[in-house]
Each structure stands twice: as structure tokens, then as C-alpha cells.
């Protein structure tokens, strides 16, 4: 009997033994896509005390796998910060909308964290929220600071624009008329090992969750495209988790692209280690606006196109130089209705303010967006030089 006890003690010793020192692997590779957002923003407003901002939103996918926002803490020194500074005050709570504002703040939330998780990842914040969803179904989420300092946090909000059509943005439960939250979701995609994925959305984020810790000399991640390396920060979440990002893929332009995740692992024998993740992604296609035209005048330049007949929108989009290419985070000029086949970029604001400077030549591109908002077509470059 002790004979064989010493045997299943020497079997444990070494299975033991093989673990401790057995290299680390990624365990699993997941891709965050966005799925809902307004992308822009341009007045600051105070976050605190018993004020609270948030945003409702229809998700098109069963998971959402992050939010992040727009939105700043102070630093102690009460200098304005363009990243996260300081101790957890922030409190962000999500819910399935019911039938108004007081119902759905006196249901139970589905999920609740606060900027104590803060991300390593980004420069803006963003809150791992991993929640199941129901595609259609609006859901609200919300932002509070009942323990902050006055004046400890702002966000910021698109006014006059509502760039997200599907939401509305509120203050205390009152929507605030034509104003629009900066908020981006986002759902997962698992990636596997050798095994191409066909995607259905491009990634901001590449989260690889390791089956041990590594030191930061020890491993290295990267992402190829079309265009060669695509340079990202790399960061670690926890002792075991590397992101990637973020990244701004080109998600408008035409054809199949192809993407490779590289994460290359020094392991116990000094030898370097390749997996490779790769996938690819096809724009979901409707006819764009065709023959664009445009003339340049004092009051600046008209734009007028070809319809097409899928079109429910069409975003403007404006450039110094040519050959540009456009993701979700490019900013447009101008939004419009499907039903009209023309714009006018004015030379300058209500202001006074030059838009369009004398000697420049500008590149025009007219994306065109079917209902949804997920099937595009985008036109060829218009060029026009301002006499």
C-alpha cells in the first residue's frame, strides 16, 4: 500500500511539475466589434452630485461585450484630463428599456460596475459589461457620481445633429431635444487558432486571454492587413489578459479584406512561440451614388449625385487628400436624407468662420446607407479645387 502511494505521489510531483513549467498559450482570442453608437461630440457638460446622463440603444446582436464613452474625470489637481485620473466615483448601470423613463429606473438593472474596473486598453473609458441581449429590444444605460466632488467629472453630447437616430439622449430622465450621448457598444467574436473566421464586423479592440502570466518582454502582439503591419498599443487588462487596440480599420471600402493576428510567446526554453489568428471581412454592399458631381462657387461647393435606390441616408465626407480611407470613427460633414441627391458645403459657418479655404483642392466622397445602417456603398472620390 505504501508502495503504491509513493507511486500516485511521484505521478502527482510530476504532472505538477509539467504545469509549472509548462509554457503559456492563448487560451482565447476575442474580437469586439462595434455594434451601436453616436461617434461624435462636440460640448462638454458637468457629470455630478445627484446628475446622472445616459443613452437608450438597440443592439443587433445576443451579447454586449463593451461599452465605452466619452466622458473624463478631473485630475486632483482639477486640471482637465483627457484620460482617466483618480479614485472610482463613476457608477454605470445598465437596463432593458420599458414603457418610460420610471419604469425602467425602477426595474432591476442587468448590470452595474464602476470606473474602479478602469480599462488599461484606452485612452477614453471603456467598462467590460459581457451582458446577453436581445436584438431589437432597446436597452438604456446610465451614468452617475452621487460620491464625486462638484464638478469631478464631464462628458460630452452632440447637440442639434442626433447622430443615432435609435436613441435618445437624457438628463435626469429628460431628454435633452436633439442631443446625442458619445457612446459606442460592442459585441464578441471568438477567433480561432489557424481557422479563418469570416467576420461581420471589423475589430476595435483584440482581447487574448492567456492560460498564465507573461512577462511584457516575453510576448508580442500585432495585426496584419492589406497594407502591411497595422500599429496598435498593446496593453495588459489583468496578469493573464493583452489587448490590442484600439484600432481603426478602414470598414467602408469595398471587397474582401484579410487580417492575421500574430502573438508570438517567449517560452521556458527561450524559444519564441507563433500563433497566428486570421480573418477576413466583406463590406455588406448596396448600390452607392453614382456620378457625383461638384461646383465651387463664393458660398462654397455643391455636391449633387446619382441616387441609389437602396440609399435610406447619405454621409458627406470631406478630405485635403486623396486616397483616403474611412472607418466608422471618420468624421463626415454632413448627413442627409435618401430621398436627396444633393449638398451644399458652405465656405463658412454662421459665424464668419472659414470652412473652405481659397487654393485648396478637396476630395468628396457620398457614402450611401441602407435602413439599418449596416449596408453601405461608397462613391468614387469627387475632386474640386477652390478658385
Known amino acids: 500500500m505504501k508502495k503504491w502511494m509513493m507511486v500516485v505521489l511521484c505521478l502527482i510531483g510530476i504532472v505538477a511539475a509539467s504545469q509549472a513549467g509548462a509554457d503559456v498559450v492563448p487560451n482565447k482570442v476575442i474580437a469586439h466589434c462595434q455594434d451601436q453608437g453616436n461617434y461624435f461630440a462636440n460640448d462638454p457638460k458637468w457629470l455630478f452630485g445627484e ?3 445616459g443613452q437608450s440603444f438597440t443592439p443587433s446582436k445576443d451579447k454586449l461585450s463593451l461599452l465605452s464613452a466619452k466622458i473624463y474625470r478631473r485630475k486632483p489637481d482639477f486640471q482637465d484630463s ?3 485620473a483618480g479614485n472610482a466615483n463613476l457608477e454605470i448601470r445598465l437596463w432593458e428599456c420599458k414603457e418610460n423613463y420610471a419604469a425602467t429606473k425602477n426595474s432591476q438593472p442587468l448590470f452595474s460596475t464602476t470606473d474602479e474596473k478602469k480599462p488599461a486598453f484606452a485612452d477614453n473609458f471603456y467598462f467590460p459589461m459581457n451582458v446577453n441581449t436581445k436584438p431589437g429590444t432597446p436597452y438604456y444605460f446610465e451614468f452617475s457620481v452621487p460620491l464625486a466632488p462638484e464638478k469631478c467629472y464631464y462628458y460630452w453630447y452632440q447637440y442639434g445633429g442626433s447622430f443615432y437616430p435609435g436613441g435618445d439622449f437624457t438628463i435626469n430622465g429628460a431628454r435633452w431635444g436633439t442631443c446625442d450621448f458619445n457612446f459606442t457598444t460592442y459585441y464578441p467574436v471568438e477567433i480561432s487558432k489557424g481557422q479563418e473566421k469570416s467576420m461581420d464586423g471589423l475589430p476595435e479592440i483584440l482581447e487574448i486571454q492567456l492560460s498564465g502570466k507573461v512577462n511584457s518582454a516575453g510576448i508580442k502582439a500585432m495585426l496584419s492587413g492589406p497594407s502591411g503591419i497595422i500599429k496598435a498599443k498593446t496593453s495588459y487588462g489583468d496578469d493573464n489578459t493583452l489587448y490590442l487596440g484600439t484600432l481603426t480599420l478602414p470598414v467602408y471600402n469595398l471587397g474582401k479584406l484579410s487580417y492575421k493576428l500574430i502573438v508570438q510567446i517567449k517560452g521556458e526554453s527561450g524559444n519564441w512561440q507563433n500563433f497566428e489568428y486570421p480573418f477576413t471581412y466583406e463590406l455588406p454592399a448596396i448600390e452607392p451614388a453614382t456620378d ?4 465651387a462657387n463664393d458660398s462654397g461647393v455643391t455636391l449633387t449625385w446619382k441616387p441609389s435606390p437602396s440609399a435610406a441616408e447619405y454621409r458627406i465626407y470631406r478630405f485635403t487628400e486623396s486616397g483616403k480611407m474611412l472607418g466608422r470613427a471618420t468624421r463626415f460633414i454632413a448627413r442627409v436624407k435618401g ?7 458652405p465656405a463658412k ?3 464668419g468662420k472659414a470652412l473652405l479655404e481659397k487654393g485648396i483642392t478637396y476630395y468628396y466622397r457620398v457614402l450611401a446607407l441602407d435602413k439599418s445602417l449596416s449596408k453601405t456603398g461608397l462613391s468614387q472620390e469627387k475632386e474640386i ?3
Open 51 to 53: 446628475r446622472t446622463v
Open 82 to 84: 483627457g484620460s482617466f
Open 292 to 295: 457625383v458631381k461638384a461646383t
Open 339 to 345: 430621398d436627396q441627391t444633393s449638398y451644399q458645403d
Open 349 to 351: 459657418n454662421k459665424d
Open 385 to 387: 479645387a477652390i478658385p
